[in-house]
């Protein structure tokens, strides 16, 4: 298996809707923040419109390939705006026939490698609920450490969640053993 990120080109635009946005039900949509209740982008707003150029050759936005496939997206934003010292990580993998097979704890990990070494930044974080057990998983597995528990402030499906912050120092992630890492590729 191997796994490879990369920015989001012109010519992966209709793929990547297909992949990403085409259902509306999709599995992954169950708990990537169902509470902010967005609508998907339709495919000639992300193609040809301005949805989709913030995804085209964005630094902080790039595919995961796996075996040269496209399987999902990691993603950054900082919390500050033009501060850029608070920054927040994420990632989707968009097919569940994917889910489960160590695919977003290789990605990710490539991800905040990536992250750290374009940044000067001491911190990088990620922000998910509670009702999202697969990344609570995936950042306890990572070593991330559990940093805040804002309680009971998503609302989804009539009943309160809460939101979990975790987050990794640039120290810790260098010492970090991702020995895990290296015998999945």
């Known amino acids: 298996m191997t796994i490879k990120l990369r920015k989001i080109q012109h010519k992966d635009a209709e793929a990547f809707w297909n992949m990403a946005f ?7 949509t169950k708990g990537n923040g169902p509470y902010f209740q967005e609508e998907l982008p339709t495919k ?3 193609i040809a419109g301005r949805v989709g150029a913030d995804y085209m050759n964005n630094p902080l936005k790039k595919i995961i390939l ?9 993603s950054a934003h900082y919390e500050d705006g033009n501060l850029q010292k608070w920054l927040e990580a994420g990632i989707v993998i968009y097919n569940q026939s994917n ?11 490539l991800w905040i490698d990536e992250l750290f070494e374009k940044t ?32 009971q402030v998503r609302y ?24 895990q890492i290296s015998h999945l590729k």
């Open 22 to 28: 085409s259902n509306e039900d999709a599995e992954w």
């Open 44 to 46: 000639s707003s992300f």
């Open 99 to 109: 889910w489960q097979q160590h695919i977003g704890f290789q990605a990710f990990s």
């Open 156 to 179: 989804w499906n009539g009943q309160y969640w809460d939101s979990i912050k975790y987050g990794v120092l640039r120290d810790e992630w260098e010492k970090g053993d991702r020995s």
């Open 66 to 74: 796996l075996n040269n496939r496209m399987v999902g997206m990691v």
């Open 120 to 151: 000067d930044l001491p911190h990088i974080g990620l922000t998910t609920w509670a009702g999202n057990q697969r990344m609570l998983g995936l950042a306890e597995k990572m070593g991330l450490k559990k940093e805040a528990e804002i309680r």
